[in-house]
């Protein structure tokens, strides 16, 4: 077993899941919302891809077109269905995002329909580099350059500008928030274009691995995030990335330990160790956020 591959595929899918517990996350720190119509927003990007790349237009300007629905996408939700829930019981919003969830699957059967719908790739993504050590995609290196662009921005995002302080100042308290004159429409609209534009990142990076988009394809993405930051902590951004990297390389490890008639059983393997860590951490690793979300 190479310890070292088995490292680089950790740190790429750890990656791809640490920006996912990113979305959720920021959501969550500003609204205590656990949005489940995440996965379906990464559902749309793949579809909005697909629908552009058959207008002929070049692969990067498709990229650029489905990330701005993405946000679009988002910040249309989020004005018009989640913030006239703004300080409604958490059972509430649960249950508003289950259903935007619902509606947002069901257009997409209306409108695509139940077959899986091919994301085109360029090849170049797929092709891998061989460095003696250890082989790495091109892919997995965008992964890693998503990533620690996203974690770099955040931290400069939420520490040293104006809207990030708005930000941490919602996130800590939304009533003295107010009472500085911090606009709360403003700052959840702009946490929630933030967190789809991080939807069509992931998104990005998870259709060019599997090739196909389906209406129902969003489970396997909402349930990573999810994961990611109840092992971390919910609504801290260190608790994302480190919940994000422990699933990743969890997952990795299964992978090159269990052959045979084991590979079958890797999800389950890794989810009881999600569960051991809980019952020793049961706030998550870095514990969750009751307030700020540093």
């Known amino acids: 077993m190479n310890l070292l591959q088995l490292g680089v595929d950790g740190l790429a899918t750890g990656s791809v899941y640490m920006m996912l ?32 790349w058959g207008t002929g237009l070049p692969y990067w300007l498709c990229v650029l077109g489905a990330l701005a629905g993405t946000v679009l996408l988002s910040i249309v939700l989020a ?18 995002s289950f259903g935007v969830a ?8 209306v409108l695509f329909g139940e077959p899986a719908r091919p994301v085109q790739t360029p090849q170049i993504l797929l092709t891998s580099i061989d460095t003696g050590w250890f082989r790495i995609s091109v892919l997995q ?36 928030a107010r009472l500085m004159a911090v606009r709360s429409d403003r700052v959840l609209t702009f946490v929630f274009a933030l967190s789809g534009l991080i939807a069509g990142l992931v998104a990005l990076v998870w259709f060019a691995q599997s090739g196909s988009v389906t209406a129902r394809g969003d489970l396997a993405p909402t349930l990573k995030a999810f994961v990611a930051v109840v092992i971390g902590g919910l609504g801290t951004i260190r608790g ?13 490890a299964m992978s090159g330990l269990l052959v045979g008639a084991l ?18 951490r049961p706030e998550g690793l870095l514990g969750k956020a009751t307030g700020g979300m540093r």
Do not use: C, D, K
Not at 24 to 49: D, K, Q
Not at 102 to 109: F, H, N
């Open 21 to 52: 517990a990113l979305g959720i996350s920021l959501v969550f720190s500003v609204m205590r919302l656990v949005n489940f119509a995440y996965g379906m927003i990464i559902v749309w990007f793949g579809f909005m891809l697909h629908v552009l």
């Open 79 to 96: 004005r018009a269905i989640f913030m006239p829930f703004v300080g409604a019981p958490p059972a509430t919003l649960l249950l508003a």
């Open 102 to 109: 619902i509606v947002l699957q069901s257009v997409a059967v």
């Open 141 to 176: 290196l965008l992964s890693l350059a998503l990533g620690l662009t996203m974690l770099v921005g955040l931290e400069f995002l939420i520490g040293r500008t104006r809207i990030g302080m708005e930000i941490r100042a919602t996130a800590e308290s939304p009533e003295v």
């Open 240 to 252: 994302a990335v480190l919940g994000g990297l422990v699933l990743g390389f969890l997952e990795t």
């Open 263 to 280: 590979s079958g059983f890797q999800q389950t393997f890794v989810f009881a160790l999600v569960i051991l860590i809980l019952l020793l």
